[in-house]
Nanobody, 130 residues
């Protein structure tokens, strides 16, 4: 079955770290640019960043302020989101998504580009709380 399967997530204290994984099943991840997005309660889904096919480039939205890192291991068909210095405002459901479009779509309002993602992970809850 063609899908993206996410793992990781959970409860972490402020200032803590967490790494999310996103593994492709029944398709080859290296053909896609891979984005990470999140959706907080009552808010629209927003982009976090993206890594290009081949991993040559990454792009992050400014609010991330260097706290998150996206990487990929195409041999494992997996993309990662490493999060550090987590704050309560990072509490959200996190999604990975595969796209054949430019990584720039993660910067656009989600409602304008939701159709541009080919595959989605199931989402994983991250809660930052003491």
């Amino acid at each position: 079955q063609v899908q993206l399967v996410q793992s990781g997530g959970g409860l972490v204290q402020p200032g803590g770290s967490l790494t999310l994984s996103c593994t492709a099943s029944d398709f080859t991840l290296d053909e896609y640019n891979m984005g990470w997005l999140r959706q907080a309660p009552g808010k629209e889904r927003e982009g976090i960043g993206c890594i290009t096919s081949g991993g040559g480039n990454t792009d992050y939205l400014d609010y991330i302020e260097g706290r998150f890192t996206i990487s990929r291991d195409d041999a494992r068909n997996t993309v990662y989101l490493q999060m550090e210095s987590l704050i309560p405002e990072d509490t959200a459901v996190y999604y990975c998504a595969a796209t054949t479009r430019s990584c720039s779509i993660v910067r656009k309002p989600f409602g304008d580009v939701y159709y541009a993602y080919n595959y989605w992970g199931q989402g994983t809850q991250v809660t930052v709380s003491s």
